[in-house]
């Protein structure tokens, strides 16, 4: 209710694909954080985005100079893309990835990212490739490409004392980075704690289940009923799907206002919420995933299926409480 | 008279990172000089080397998270085509639908979302104010479909985030991905599309969903053309013909294939290429050169002179599958071998995009390589004057969309469109064609519907059809995404990728000059574009360069699978 909060939204090794995605989210949407959907979640301004702004050249770049010379304060700094490694390209007078330039340099998207990082209140790395390195970061990279929070270290935490979030999905999926966009508003705000992380920096409100055990598909898995053909309406996992190995909850979301989702429609999960991804065990995207998941699987739903039963008998024995 | 040189960099409102070095002649008021330069570079076809040919589909979709589909398009035809796996008819309908989607959402963005700010009332007031007082006097033409009374109205309603058309765009637009999500599981990069057909359960009520969602577009197109032709034809009575003008070279490879024709073969690409709905074509000078595929893809030569990349040996594949010869500099015989170089060294290498030309290797015209265009409006010429489908007559193409009755809209009764060759390529009619693409691609995708309801009937559901991996294969991909001609080449070996080129519709357009005779599109098109900005301080703002970059709807990330940046303005004097 306080105070504007600023965003810069700052494009690395991207495909503007999170940006699109971005687009994706319905409650809240884009237009919605922007007007501020009720008092408490308002005044929140995205000062810098290369793919939407007025502005152009220079005109556009003091913007993301005076966010690092503090005079934006508080912004929250969302990266999209993967963070090349500069001191490859030096070794032969060149560049991966710039952005503007300094003294007749380019100035590169690793040190613009330095310089924010130094003064953002939050770091919110949208899509894989910011999150973890994404498919930059795949077998062969040349560019040296990697996560934000491999770049600024793990340990990274802003002056404000909060670790990068990270919001991974290939590209994010819309609806996820609104609202941890919006949670993150109202906590600084201080109506809300802030949100719980895993060990690899995602919300735990999106990311504690796996795509399978979000799977609408899943109980058709547990009553033995597999799919051998593509286009066959049961579980993908002799397609190849790595929804038991991927924390993603689009299977039982949906991907645009509640529509797709990846083995939701009959396709294998490829994994691209995880660190791992596009390498092993995720690709290749049509073999089967690792057995190991179906061993511990088993077990649980035996356990579950056994205190299903014990319920019963116990029901009958003693008396249903409620 | 002074000459001024301008940079601007990052050039925002587009996908990527890309910036424009151009020289004004303040004297003649015209640009006179002009370098594009991208300034990323990630490695795809480095990462995509020894991996499963297959995954090649997923991954190169995030080439671009703008216009992911045409990519994962590309990818599964060139994986068809080596994997030897045709998909049943349903599967190839299914791929169209998907598609389609994209573009539905694509072309009201670039129109809108990406292009329009440049040409509303808060752009135009400051940099133009003798087309503000203009528009403020002008009716529009249309206003009887559209409801904006003015050309001034329509130039407010583009306003970034306030203007009516900018936020009923983005909905429209994500109404374009949901379609795409339906049947693609997600967009941006749809996760059905495999080879031999799709990974989709189609359901009874998928493509009643789809012609639901589809009828807004048809609703959208009837309002959406109208005011983009009144704002085209008032820019051009103001005289901005001359704006981004360059010669009639376009390449196309068109779209929408017929479920019954494609055999994902390359001997019979040609064949199948004709029968899509959208004609592919090889314009030089304005005359037809071909419309064979086959003939379109051994004519592709990628140059690295003024790119940060080494040169490479080749070649190793000497003749295509059709025993056609291949040149070294030919996609299938090329490695990529990145170099980061220096910046801005205009009389070397300059920029991550590479530089490709088309060789006429029949040799027919002029001249044997050749910069060409690639777009909405290389599509739209090539389907108009092509006379393979029947909408095509020659000199426009013509179509009309079906009754759509949605709330919310106002024209709900049928409206016939014809699209018009222009005489000239210029900024203004590559925006037209843009959208005018957009309603010929929700009359495709009707038609599509109808005939995949028709497959339903008929008990043709099957999606995908098993194949068997060979251990060695050639593979080629040819589609026109929305910002034109895309193409990937594989190469397998051992069931793994020995090599994997992509040249995307912006390489062709935003690509490096080969000597200061062969300039790129882009830099081609700013040469000659006058300067119609109010210069009070004598400080060029470059918006008149934008609008011809703007125009091409560049998409970066696309192009080097580029660059971003700071405006500079420096005086230096004539010589």
């Given at each position: 209710?306080?105070?504007?909060?600023?965003?810069?939204?700052?494009?690395?090794?991207?495909?503007?694909?999170?940006?699109?995605?971005?687009?994706?989210?319905?409650?809240?949407?884009?237009?919605?954080?922007?007007?501020?959907?009720?008092?408490?979640?308002?005044?929140?301004?995205?000062?810098?985005?290369?793919?939407?702004?007025?502005?152009?050249?220079?005109?556009?770049?003091?913007?993301?100079?005076?966010?690092?010379?503090?005079?934006?304060?508080?912004?929250?700094?969302?990266?999209?893309?993967?963070?090349?490694?500069?001191?490859?390209?030096?070794?032969?007078?060149?560049?991966?990835?710039?952005?503007?330039?300094?003294?007749?340099?380019?100035?590169?998207?690793?040190?613009?990212?330095?310089?924010?990082?130094?003064?953002?209140?939050?770091?919110?790395?949208?899509?894989?490739?910011?999150?973890?390195?994404?498919?930059?970061?795949?077998?062969?990279?040349?560019?040296?490409?990697?996560?934000?929070?491999?770049?600024?270290?793990?340990?990274?935490?802003?002056?404000?004392?909060?670790?990068?979030?990270?919001?991974?999905?290939?590209?994010?999926?819309?609806?996820?980075?609104?609202?941890?966009?919006?949670?993150?508003?109202?906590?600084?705000?201080?109506?809300?704690?802030?949100?719980?992380?895993?060990?690899?920096?995602?919300?735990?409100?999106?990311?504690?289940?796996?795509?399978?055990?979000?799977?609408?598909?899943?109980?058709?898995?547990?009553?033995?009923?597999?799919?051998?053909?593509?286009?066959?309406?049961?579980?993908?996992?002799?397609?190849?799907?790595?929804?038991?190995?991927?924390?993603?909850?689009?299977?039982?979301?949906?991907?645009?206002?509640?529509?797709?989702?990846?083995?939701?429609?009959?396709?294998?999960?490829?994994?691209?919420?995880?660190?791992?991804?596009?390498?092993?065990?995720?690709?290749?995207?049509?073999?089967?995933?690792?057995?190991?998941?179906?061993?511990?699987?088993?077990?649980?739903?035996?356990?579950?299926?056994?205190?299903?039963?014990?319920?019963?008998?116990k029901e009958r024995l003693v008396g249903r409480p409620i | 008279m002074s000459k001024?040189?301008?940079?601007?960099?990052?050039?925002?409102?587009?996908?990527?990172?890309?910036?424009?070095?151009?020289?004004?002649?303040?004297?003649?008021?015209?640009?006179?000089?002009?370098?594009?330069?991208?300034?990323?570079?990630?490695?795809?076809?480095?990462?995509?080397?020894?991996?499963?040919?297959?995954?090649?589909?997923?991954?190169?979709?995030?080439?671009?998270?703008?216009?992911?589909?045409?990519?994962?398009?590309?990818?599964?035809?060139?994986?068809?085509?080596?994997?030897?796996?045709?998909?049943?008819?349903?599967?190839?309908?299914?791929?169209?639908?998907?598609?389609?989607?994209?573009?539905?959402?694509?072309?009201?963005?670039?129109?809108?979302?990406?292009?329009?700010?440049?040409?509303?009332?808060?752009?135009?007031?400051?940099?133009?104010?003798?087309?503000?007082?203009?528009?403020?006097?002008?009716?529009?033409?249309?206003?009887?479909?559209?409801?904006?009374?003015?050309?001034?109205?329509?130039?407010?309603?583009?306003?970034?985030?306030?203007?009516?058309?900018?936020?009923?765009?983005?909905?429209?637009?994500?109404?374009?991905?949901?379609?795409?999500?339906?049947?693609?599981?997600?967009?941006?990069?749809?996760?059905?599309?495999?080879?031999?057909?799709?990974?989709?359960?189609?359901?009874?009520?998928?493509?009643?969903?789809?012609?639901?969602m589809l009828a807004h577009h048809i609703a959208f197109a009837k309002e959406f053309i109208p005011v983009m032709d009144d704002l085209c034809n008032f820019l051009s009575a103001m005289g901005y013909d001359q704006a981004g003008s360059r010669k009639i070279n376009l390449i196309s490879y068109g779209g929408y294939e017929d479920p019954y024709a494609y055999t994902a073969k390359y001997e019979d690409m040609g064949e199948w290429g004709l029968k899509r709905k959208v004609s592919p074509g090889l314009v030089l000078g304005g005359d037809m050169i071909t419309q064979d595929l086959i003939e379109i893809n051994v004519g592709v030569r990628e140059y690295v002179d003024r790119s940060y990349f080494k040169e490479w040996a080749g070649p190793h594949i000497r003749e295509d599958p059709a025993g056609n010869p291949l040149a070294e500099n030919h996609p299938w015989n090329k490695e990529t071998r990145p170099a980061p170089g220096p910046f801005k060294r205009w009389d070397s290498k300059y920029s991550w995009a590479t530089s490709p030309r088309w060789e006429d290797w029949k040799k027919r015209a002029g001249g044997f390589n050749h910069a060409v265009e690639a777009g909405p409006i290389a599509r739209m010429w090539t389907t108009a004057r092509g006379g393979k489908v029947s909408e095509s007559k020659g000199n426009s193409l013509r179509w009309s969309l079906p009754r759509a009755s949605i709330a919310g809209y106002r024209v709900a009764e049928e409206m016939e469109f014809e699209w018009k060759i222009p005489e000239k390529i210029n900024t203004i009619e590559r925006i037209r064609a843009r959208a005018y693409y957009y309603g010929y691609v929700a009359y495709i995708l009707y038609g599509q519907v109808l005939q995949a309801l028709d497959l339903v009937k008929r008990g043709e559901t099957k999606v995908w059809r098993r194949y068997r991996k060979p251990r060695d294969g050639l593979g080629v991909g040819m589609i026109d995404a929305i910002r034109g001609a895309l193409a990937h080449w594989v190469s397998m070996r051992n069931q793994k990728i020995e090599v994997y080129q992509v040249i995307t519709p912006s390489t062709w357009n935003a690509g490096p000059r080969l000597s200061d005779e062969d300039l790129g599109p882009y830099e081609e098109a700013i040469v000659g574009t006058p300067i119609t900005e109010e210069r009070g301080k004598g400080e060029l703002t470059g918006v008149d360069v934008v609008r011809v970059i703007r125009s091409f709807d560049p998409c970066l990330a696309c192009c080097v699978h580029i660059y971003d940046g700071a405006k500079e303005t420096k005086q230096i004097l004539e010589i």
């Amino acid at each position: 209710m306080s105070g504007e909060i600023h965003v810069v939204w700052l494009p690395g090794q991207a495909c503007t694909g999170c940006t699109v995605s971005f687009l994706n989210a319905t409650h809240p949407s884009v237009v919605d954080l922007l007007t501020g959907f009720i008092p408490q979640a308002a005044g929140v301004t995205l000062d810098y985005h290369a793919t939407i702004m007025l502005p152009w050249g220079d005109k556009a770049l003091t913007i993301l100079d005076s966010a690092a010379k503090g005079e934006l304060d508080p912004f929250v700094l969302v990266v999209e893309g993967a963070v090349p490694d500069e001191s490859i390209a030096e070794k032969t007078g060149g560049f991966w990835c710039a952005i503007g330039e300094e003294n007749g340099k380019p100035l590169t998207f690793s040190e613009r990212l330095n310089r924010l990082s130094e003064r953002a209140a939050a770091i919110v790395s949208a899509g894989t490739c910011a999150s973890f390195g994404g498919i930059p970061h795949g077998r062969g990279n040349p560019t040296g490409a990697k996560g934000v929070m491999d770049h600024l270290g793990r340990g990274w935490k802003s002056k404000l004392g909060i670790p990068i979030i990270n919001v991974p999905g290939c590209p994010v999926m819309g609806e996820h980075l609104a609202e941890t966009l919006a949670h993150a508003v109202l906590s600084v705000r201080g109506y809300l704690p802030l949100p719980e992380l895993d060990g690899e920096h995602r919300p735990k409100f999106i990311f504690a289940h796996t795509a399978h055990e979000n799977c609408p598909r899943a109980g058709l898995f547990s009553d033995g009923k597999n799919s051998h053909e593509f286009g066959d309406p049961y579980c993908m996992g002799l397609l190849g799907c790595k929804g038991p190995i991927s924390h993603c909850d689009a299977p039982r979301r949906g991907f645009v206002e509640g529509v797709g989702g990846c083995p939701t429609v009959g396709s294998p999960c490829i994994g691209c919420t995880e660190p791992g991804f596009p390498d092993e065990p995720y690709s290749p995207f049509l073999k089967k995933a690792p057995a190991g998941f179906f061993v511990m699987e088993k077990i649980h739903s035996i356990k579950g299926s056994a205190e299903a039963v014990w319920g019963r008998i116990k029901e009958r024995l003693v008396g249903r409480p409620i | 008279m002074s000459k001024q040189e301008i940079t601007i960099e990052p050039m925002t409102r587009i996908e990527g990172h890309l910036g424009i070095h151009a020289i004004a002649d303040m004297g003649k008021g015209v640009y006179v000089d002009a370098h594009s330069f991208v300034t990323m570079f990630r490695g795809w076809e480095v990462i995509l080397r020894d991996r499963e040919p297959a995954d090649a589909i997923w991954i190169t979709q995030r080439i671009c998270g703008v216009c992911p589909t045409p990519h994962g398009m590309a990818s599964a035809m060139a994986i068809d085509m080596a994997y030897r796996a045709p998909p049943p008819p349903m599967g190839i309908a299914i791929r169209n639908l998907i598609h389609g989607a994209e573009q539905l959402y694509d072309s009201p963005l670039g129109c809108i979302i990406l292009e329009g700010p440049d040409y509303s009332q808060s752009v135009v007031e400051r940099s133009n104010p003798d087309w503000w007082k203009a528009a403020k006097g002008e009716k529009s033409p249309h206003a009887d479909l559209h409801g904006y009374k003015t050309i001034a109205d329509i130039m407010t309603a583009l306003n970034p985030l306030s203007g009516s058309l900018w936020l009923r765009s983005l909905a429209v637009e994500k109404l374009g991905r949901k379609m795409a999500a339906l049947l693609g599981a997600k967009h941006p990069h749809v996760n059905t599309l495999v080879p031999g057909g799709v990974a989709k359960t189609l359901t009874v009520s998928d493509l009643e969903q789809y012609a639901a969602m589809l009828a807004h577009h048809i609703a959208f197109a009837k309002e959406f053309i109208p005011v983009m032709d009144d704002l085209c034809n008032f820019l051009s009575a103001m005289g901005y013909d001359q704006a981004g003008s360059r010669k009639i070279n376009l390449i196309s490879y068109g779209g929408y294939e017929d479920p019954y024709a494609y055999t994902a073969k390359y001997e019979d690409m040609g064949e199948w290429g004709l029968k899509r709905k959208v004609s592919p074509g090889l314009v030089l000078g304005g005359d037809m050169i071909t419309q064979d595929l086959i003939e379109i893809n051994v004519g592709v030569r990628e140059y690295v002179d003024r790119s940060y990349f080494k040169e490479w040996a080749g070649p190793h594949i000497r003749e295509d599958p059709a025993g056609n010869p291949l040149a070294e500099n030919h996609p299938w015989n090329k490695e990529t071998r990145p170099a980061p170089g220096p910046f801005k060294r205009w009389d070397s290498k300059y920029s991550w995009a590479t530089s490709p030309r088309w060789e006429d290797w029949k040799k027919r015209a002029g001249g044997f390589n050749h910069a060409v265009e690639a777009g909405p409006i290389a599509r739209m010429w090539t389907t108009a004057r092509g006379g393979k489908v029947s909408e095509s007559k020659g000199n426009s193409l013509r179509w009309s969309l079906p009754r759509a009755s949605i709330a919310g809209y106002r024209v709900a009764e049928e409206m016939e469109f014809e699209w018009k060759i222009p005489e000239k390529i210029n900024t203004i009619e590559r925006i037209r064609a843009r959208a005018y693409y957009y309603g010929y691609v929700a009359y495709i995708l009707y038609g599509q519907v109808l005939q995949a309801l028709d497959l339903v009937k008929r008990g043709e559901t099957k999606v995908w059809r098993r194949y068997r991996k060979p251990r060695d294969g050639l593979g080629v991909g040819m589609i026109d995404a929305i910002r034109g001609a895309l193409a990937h080449w594989v190469s397998m070996r051992n069931q793994k990728i020995e090599v994997y080129q992509v040249i995307t519709p912006s390489t062709w357009n935003a690509g490096p000059r080969l000597s200061d005779e062969d300039l790129g599109p882009y830099e081609e098109a700013i040469v000659g574009t006058p300067i119609t900005e109010e210069r009070g301080k004598g400080e060029l703002t470059g918006v008149d360069v934008v609008r011809v970059i703007r125009s091409f709807d560049p998409c970066l990330a696309c192009c080097v699978h580029i660059y971003d940046g700071a405006k500079e303005t420096k005086q230096i004097l004539e010589i």
